[in-house]
């Protein structure tokens, strides 16, 4: 009997307490670290741009076309160069959208304290996160559907806010999307680290379209605390 107990207790198996990656996902992780720093670099720079020659917002369905079309391309040239150039038009783009918010912001009274403020919750955020996903044993892959049918549901609702004019609802929906780019930054990040995401092109087209949204998210929260 202790002889049968002894078999099944060393044939269980173990699990390491961290994530040791191969080869092939740390040069993905390495290579969408690189390209996701340059494109928020890239898009910064847009941003600025865009907000200190004042420049008007495209609006919502340029943006929401804008968006989906350059996503679109860089999804169809992801094993190309090509996907390279398109990831720089998708995020410069980005930064255009922003230039002019961060522009309204900074008007307000403590605007460049809630900007600075809402830079700093997103970096915290996003250094926790990712430290989370490269250190955990877990498998966070079944955060996808909820994700998924969170983020689509928050869309939904920050649509019908923007065209209802209810700050309320708008005011929610930007708490959930905090809530939900952390777990897209946690969910891509871990994804990146188990092999599942072997693309470092969408990788960081998904940490970025993450830190946007949190950003902005942050940002929107704030600049209502901070105006009351």
């Known amino acids: 009997m202790n002889n049968r107990y002894n078999t099944l207790r060393n044939s269980t198996p173990k699990y390491s307490t961290t994530t040791v990656m191969d080869g092939a996902a740390r040069q993905v992780l390495r290579n969408t670290y690189l390209l996701l720093s340059l494109c928020l670099g ?114 939904v609702a920050a649509l019908a806010g923007i065209f209802l004019q209810i700050p309320a609802l708008s005011l929610t929906v930007s708490a959930v999307f905090v809530l939900l780019m952390s777990g897209m930054i946690l969910y891509e990040t871990n994804n990146i680290v188990r092999g599942g995401e072997t693309n470092y092109v969408m990788a960081t087209v998904s940490l970025f379209v993450s830190i946007f949204n949190l950003f902005t998210s942050l940002l929107h929260l704030l600049g209502f605390v901070n105006k009351e």
């Open 42 to 155: 890239f898009s910064a720079i847009t941003a600025g741009v865009t907000a200190a020659l004042n420049l008007p917002g495209p609006g919502i369905l340029i943006t929401i076309a804008g968006y989906f079309g350059l996503l679109f391309l860089v999804t169809k040239y992801k094993d190309q160069g090509l996907g390279v150039a398109l990831v720089f038009a998708l995020t410069g783009f980005m930064g255009y959208t922003l230039g002019p918010v961060i522009s309204v912001y900074l008007k307000m009274p403590n605007g460049t304290l809630t900007v600075m403020m809402a830079l700093g919750g997103t970096a915290a955020i996003f250094l926790g996160m990712s430290a989370y996903a490269l250190v955990t044993k877990r498998d966070l892959s079944f955060m996808r559907g909820i994700l998924t049918v969170g983020v689509l549901v928050a869309f």
